[in-house]
């Protein structure tokens, strides 16, 4: 009997150091190769965008469709679309800004320096060509531009979306945010 007990003892004694074996042998096999991960494909990075030399501020509600690259003097800017030569805002299909009712010019002419800021009504915020002195349409000082955005802290409103104005002349609606039409430059009024 003493010798039964002793051999099933041996033979789970046996039995547990295989198992240990196996066990470290599992465990090396693990460290020497090691398991294959897919790595994910790399992110492509985007090119570096070029430093404008004017500071043309893009703020208009369609997309651009076509652009071009404007080289002058060493300067490359990318737009596609008029340009406010007061506030520098860049719209697409319009004739005039919708914040100051300023005819709005091809980019190029702001690199080249041709147009100069001009002056803004201190009343009506209209903008006008320089030489004028007194507004036309309400009679107040027409003071330079830079000195009129110098002192006036500038509401930034983006497009809202909602069409809730329209011109008196042309009846094209425009957004609440817009102050002045865009085809014509006449001061939008709200929709009753």
């Given at each position: 009997?003493?010798?039964?007990?002793?051999?099933?003892?041996t033979a789970l004694?046996?039995?547990?150091?295989?198992?240990?074996?196996?066990?470290?042998?599992?465990?090396?096999?693990?460290?020497?190769?090691?398991?294959?991960?897919?790595?994910?494909?790399?992110?492509?990075?985007?090119?570096?965008?070029?430093?404008?030399?004017?500071?043309?501020?893009?703020?208009?509600?369609?997309?651009?469709?076509?652009?071009?690259?404007?080289?002058?003097?060493?300067?490359?800017?990318?737009?596609?679309g008029l340009v406010?030569?007061?506030?520098?805002?860049?719209?697409?299909?319009?004739?005039?800004?919708?914040?100051?009712?300023?005819?709005?010019?091809?980019?190029?002419?702001?690199?080249?320096?041709?147009r100069s800021a001009?002056?803004?009504?201190?009343?009506?915020?209209?903008?006008?060509?320089?030489?004028?002195?007194?507004?036309?349409?309400?009679?107040?000082?027409?003071?330079?531009?830079?000195?009129?955005?110098?002192?006036?802290?500038?509401?930034?409103?983006?497009?809202?979306?909602?069409?809730?104005?329209?011109?008196?002349?042309?009846?094209?609606?425009?957004?609440?945010?817009?102050?002045?039409?865009?085809?014509?430059?006449?001061?939008?009024?709200?929709?009753?």
């Amino acid at each position: 009997m003493e010798l039964a007990r002793w051999g099933l003892a041996t033979a789970l004694v046996l039995l547990a150091i295989a198992a240990i074996a196996l066990i470290v042998l599992a465990a090396r096999r693990r460290q020497v190769e090691p398991e294959v991960v897919a790595e994910p494909a790399p992110v492509p990075t985007p090119p570096p965008v070029p430093r404008r030399a004017s500071p043309v501020v893009r703020r208009a509600s369609a997309p651009p469709r076509q652009s071009r690259a404007l080289v002058g003097g060493g300067l490359a800017v990318v737009s596609t679309g008029l340009v406010c030569p007061t506030c520098r805002t860049e719209y697409q299909g319009k004739s005039y800004c919708e914040r100051d009712a300023r005819r709005l010019v091809p980019p190029e002419e702001m690199l080249a320096g041709a147009r100069s800021a001009g002056g803004m009504c201190t009343s009506c915020g209209r903008a006008f060509e320089p030489g004028l002195r007194r507004c036309p349409h309400d009679g107040g000082e027409v003071i330079p531009a830079v000195l009129f955005q110098a002192t006036r802290r500038r509401r930034e409103i983006p497009p809202t979306g909602v069409l809730a104005k329209v011109c008196p002349v042309c009846r094209e609606k425009g957004d609440l945010s817009a102050r002045f039409c865009g085809r014509d430059g006449q001061e939008l009024v709200v929709i009753n």
